[in-house]
């Protein structure tokens, strides 16, 4: 009735391109941006912001760097946990090293190393295709792992090869180590999210993601339209680097504080963000946090019902989170294998008819 | 955005709830993952010793104590939000059990003014207190428990390593990394050579380290490992017919379920304990009368008197003494988690007290201080009997070599100073 292109005119070509063309959709956003810039930051406390919205909006993050690579180039990527490692120790690097330059900066560095370490790992995707580059990345993964606790270098030469974030500030305010208040976190969180989403947006709808989705539909076709596969291969393989990168140097910094590289960005980290990718819906930004969300948030869910509500024993309780949501995914997948973006989009075109469906 | 919303609205309802009135004790336990053959039993002694408490005397000071268990899973990730979730309810002190998460509380708990105990793994220079106010490792750490072994296989060798081979096989993490600093420093003092074996979360495949080890033929093995790498490693040894009366573990390594799996094969492979085995003691009537047949024992009840249960119930044991040490500094059976720090600062346990709490002989005796949060260090082997399925002492608790271990102490306490800009000074 209300969700409709019906009545919503455009004049400018502008207009008619811009990412929600949809009134309804347009004023859905900018209330979502409103209340997550400024309600939410004065109603966090410490639980909600460090159990919950960090790790949404830093896995939200990954997860559109992983989108961009799988969803939209069809480069099958097992290395996420490694990139994000590569980000971590990057941004520990030039925390420690480089402490008067103001952290803001030190994360799109720590972004930037990631992209070319990311490119160099993709070089392979030139030759190989599918499951032999997932195995290609997989090594990626193991690698840079090994690599991190291999060279003292890399953690400065701590005698247990931790890395912890010292405290850095943005405007005064403390944003990482140990005296940060809820709402410093979150925001400086949420910015990067909102940019990275923005930028992921606009170039997936321009020129590099309609060459990066021309070689994903089919790569012979895509060099016989001019599609340069190595450029847009490349990109893909950066840009996605990238951002993984920036949610890499944010987990450790902002939302963990400490990072032991096994344990933090170990292969089931790369797992776990492709989940979030595939249950999200593969190509689409909103699918990504849609992905995040769900994996972040059911387990957390699942154990306030079971443990605090119900007051099961922990483990039994942990237990069966693992049965639900695996079970979830199954369901999911199979009722929707294209995630739940796809799910979003069915739901929008059945609010276009109703409530005259026929 | 439903999911997010029926999260906010049943997390205030978990946040509207807190019970003030009692002592609360979190317990990041884990009875999951890979790591749970080691967390359920100490978990189990943890709460099974509050429960007693409850029941037997009314909790401490005469306000009953409350545990707040929360699953990890031996995962940084779900420690955060364990951490976060139990810290509202007046939590007065933490105990992770996990080296990894540990690290991460040490900022956090400093700030918050919460202690933190990790007896016997965490961060070892936490033991400077006048660095670390908020961390506890008493009464040992992780260099105390590799220069226990040391001592021993010096006594072993007649006061005399040099030429000996010794392999370390550990966990490819802050925990296994924490010993080789102190056992290189041992090795140029004693002369023996140290070869470092690591194996890689979480421990279920250690083919090529066994071949290294019997390629190698060291003389000896030491073990840092934790959850399923011990029963592995020691089937592995079994496997190249390493000497088990060669290897031995830290006190993680050395728990019934590391040498069960292994059979009569395991049989006296040795390991560091910082208290007493066995079920040989007072208070295990009471926990019998009071806990297990009035049917509240935690989880399945089936681990008592293990080595890790034990040390749970010991952990619990040492809250509860500094909780009432608390109430008698401040005058108040009320305590917030700075009186418990306090409490623990200035916590003394003598000989006589452990009789009196039906453990005798069970742990040191030994004063806490604002310079040493790391208790005395002290500790004794135990061997491992395959057929009689049980631990047994086979040397007295002796120190360790404080005069290598106290330089790196304040050695790396003041790289931590340094790094995060905090003035040593006691309270």
């Known amino acids: 009735m209300f969700y409709r292109e019906a009545g919503d005119f455009k004049t ?110 993709g070089l392979p995707s030139l030759r190989i295709k599918g499951f032999y580059l997932a195995v290609a990345t997989l090594a990626a993964q193991f690698f840079l792992v090994w690599l991190f606790n291999r060279v003292p270098w890399f953690y400065n030469y701590s005698a247990s090869g931790q890395i912890s974030a010292p405290e850095r500030t943005l405007f005064g305010v403390p944003v990482t180590g140990a005296n ?23 170039l997936t709808r321009g020129m590099a993601g309609r060459k990066w989705m021309a070689i994903r539909d089919m790569d012979i076709a895509a060099e016989i339209i001019g599609v340069n596969p190595l450029k847009a291969k490349m990109t893909a393989f950066g840009v996605s680097s990238f951002f993984i990168g920036i949610s890499g140097a944010l987990f450790f910094a902002v939302y963990l504080g400490a990072v032991e590289v096994g344990e933090a960005f170990g292969i089931s980290k790369s797992f776990l963000v492709l989940f979030m990718v595939i249950i999200g819906g593969l190509g689409s930004i909103f699918g990504s946090f849609a992905g995040a969300a769900f994996l972040v948030l059911l387990p957390v869910l699942l154990k306030n019902v079971l443990v605090g509500g119900l007051g099961w024993p922990t483990d039994t309780a942990a237990h069966l989170e693992f049965l639900i949501v695996g079970a979830l995914i199954v369901t999911f997948l199979i009722a929707e294998p294209h995630g739940l973006a796809q799910l979003w989009r069915v739901t929008k075109e059945k609010l276009r008819l109703w409530p005259f469906p026929h | 955005m439903k999911l997010k919303l029926a999260t906010m609205a049943l997390g205030a309802v978990m946040a509207a709830a807190p019970a003030m009135a009692d002592l609360v004790f979190p317990s990041l336990s884990y009875r999951t993952g890979p790591y749970a053959a080691g967390g359920i039993p100490f978990a189990d002694g943890y709460a099974d010793y509050f429960t007693l ?121 802050a925990y296994g990394k924490e010993p080789i600093r102190t056992l290189e420093e041992l090795s140029k003092k004693h002369g023996y050579d140290l070869t470092l074996i690591p194996v890689d979360h979480p421990g279920q495949e250690q083919k090529s380290q066994w071949l290294q080890i019997r390629r190698e033929r060291p ?109 008698k500094i401040h005058g108040t059976a009320d305590i917030t988690p700075a009186m418990m720090r306090d409490g623990m600062e200035a916590l003394e346990i003598t000989e006589a007290r452990m009789g ?55 050695a790396d306490s003041a790289a931590y100073a340094a790094e995060n800009k905090i003035a040593e000074g006691c309270k």
């Open chain 2, 356 to 410: 009196e709490l039906g453990m005798p002989n069970f742990g040191p005796s030994f004063k806490v201080s604002c310079e040493n949060h790391g208790g005395p260090g002290t500790g004794a082997i135990a061997q491992w009997d395959a057929s009689a399925k049980s631990w047994s002492l086979i040397s007295d608790f002796s120190e360790s070599d404080m005069s290598v271990i106290q330089p790196l102490i304040d």
């Open chain 2, 219 to 327: 003389d000896n093995v030491i073990m840092y490992g934790w959850g399923v790498m011990n029963q592995v490693a020691v089937q592995e040894a079994a496997n190249i017919r390493f000497p088990m009366e060669n290897f031995i573990g830290v006190w993680w390594s050395g728990s019934e379920n590391d040498v069960l799996p292994a059979g009569d094969k395991a049989n006296g492979y040795k390991a560091v304990t910082f208290h007493n085995v066995g079920s040989d003691f007072p208070v295990f009537d009471d926990i019998q009368k009071y806990v297990v047949d009035a049917g509240n024992a935690a989880g399945a009840g089936d681990q008592i008197g293990t080595a890790l249960y034990n040390r749970g119930l010991y952990a619990a044991m040492l809250a509860a003494e500094a909780a009432a040490n608390a109430q």
């Open chain 2, 53 to 173: 408490l409850n029941a037997r005397d009314g909790g401490i000071g005469g306000v009953p104590t409350k545990l707040l268990e929360c699953e990890t899973g031996y995962n940084t990730e779900k420690g955060v939000e364990c951490y976060e979730s139990t810290k509202g309810e007046g939590a007065l002190v933490y105990q992770p059990l996990s080296t990894g998460i540990t690290y991460q509380l040490i900022p956090k708990v400093t700030a918050d003014g919460i202690p933190l105990h990790t007896m016997g793994y965490g961060r070892t220079s936490a033991a400077n207190g006048k660095v670390f106010s908020n961390v506890f490792n008493y009464p040992a750490n992780y260099w105390n428990g590799a220069s226990l072994i040391v001592n021993h296989l010096l006594e072993e060798n007649g006061g005399d390593l040099k030429g000996k081979k010794i392999a370390l096989l550990y966990h490819n993490s």
């Open chain 1, 12 to 121: 400018s070509y502008d207009a008619d391109n811009q990412t929600f063309p949809i009134k309804f959709d347009r004023i859905g956003y900018y209330v979502a941006l409103l209340v997550a810039f400024l309600v939410v930051p004065f109603m966090i406390n410490d639980y909600w912001v460090n159990a919950i919205f960090l790790p949404f909006l830093i896995y939200a993050i990954a997860a559109i760097g992983l989108n961009i690579l799988v969803g939209y180039c069809g480069q099958v990527s097992l290395g996420t946990g490694g990139f994000m490692a590569v980000g971590a120790y990057a941004c520990y690097k030039l925390m420690t090293s480089f402490p008067e330059v103001n952290i803001f900066f030190h994360v799109i560095l720590a972004g930037g190393i990631t992209a070319i370490v990311g490119i160099l790992f």
């Open chain 1, 180 to 202: 940060t208040s809820a709402w410093a976190t979150y925001l400086f969180c949420l910015v990067f999210l909102v940019l990275c989403a923005l930028v992921a947006r606009n």
